[in-house]
């Protein structure tokens, strides 16, 4: 059993998995949560401040949300967050497209496709030869 302190209230919880908080205030999270998915369908265009600020939320927990990719800005918003890997501004998730293609390409490199194992036939042996063990 592994009991903590949660980050959030300070109050003790038996720690399951997942961010440091206990269940009280998960459910708490998950009704902001709610909250800010629905001003961002009805305010698009909001920026990552304005969002903060109208919810009471951080600016680090929605960022969090969008590498989650439970948050999406949409296509036409000037928001964004950076790449983890190479700071192009992108909608949702942790790394750009180019990024995520480069890192697919580099692990179907590093994983080599098993080469069959060739066997040769066996040699016919000479029955009449004597033979000696080094000893």
Known sequence: ???????????????????VI??????KLE???????????SNPHASLQDVSEANE????Q????????????????QVGIECMNCGAMIKFGKYCDACKGKMI???NHAVEQPQPVKTEAPKKSDGNR????DT
């Open 130 to 133: 004597m033979r000696f063990l």
């Open 31 to 41: 009704e902001k949560f709610k909250v800010v998915k629905d001003y961002i369908r």
């Open 22 to 27: 206990c269940p009280s205030c998960v459910e």
């Open 105 to 107: 390409n580099t692990l």
């Open 1 to 19: 059993m592994d009991v903590r302190t949660c980050k959030s209230c300070k109050r003790i919880f038996n720690y399951l998995s997942g961010p």
């Open 62 to 77: 929605l960022k969090t949300w969008v590498r989650e990719e439970r948050l999406k800005f949409s296509d036409d918003s």
């Open 57 to 60: 939320v951080s600016v680090k």
